[in-house]
């Protein structure tokens, strides 16, 4: 199983970007997913989450500007970023735990994408 990340890059204040991260392998099930935000020197944080049925979460900094869908017949969560900031540059990192079939049995496992940059210029 793996997740794959599309669509940082560099864009000016005020723009837009739209993140995908699509998850493949075999799956049994995926609950939550969830995009963070790990900017330089500063802990990963919490961007946006959406569960299975649609119910969504969002950081602060981010209400009104980010929002969060997913399409559950591709295993794909998505990203819109609207109204960047500066202080929204930071490699974004998707998440999902993830129901895998194993010879034990059904087990679940966090996995994460490989980072996408995203850089907002002032």
């Known amino acids: 199983v793996q997740l794959v990340e599309s669509g940082g890059g560099l864009v000016q204040a005020g723009g837009s970007l739209r993140l995908s991260c699509a998850a493949s392998g075999s799956i049994f099930s995926i609950n939550a997913m969830g995009w963070y935000r790990q900017a330089p020197g500063k802990q990963r944080e919490l961007v946006a989450a959406?569960?299975?049925?649609?119910?969504?979460n969002y950081a602060d900094s981010v209400k009104g500007r980010f929002t969060i869908s997913r399409d559950n017949a591709k295993n794909t969560v998505y990203l819109q970023m609207n109204s960047l900031k500066p202080e929204d540059t930071a490699v974004y990192y998707c998440n999902a735990p993830i129901t895998i079939p194993t010879i034990e049995g059904p087990n679940r496992v966090d996995y994460w994408g490989q980072g996408t940059q995203v850089t907002v210029s002032s």
């Open positions: 959406i569960t299975s049925a649609g119910s969504t």
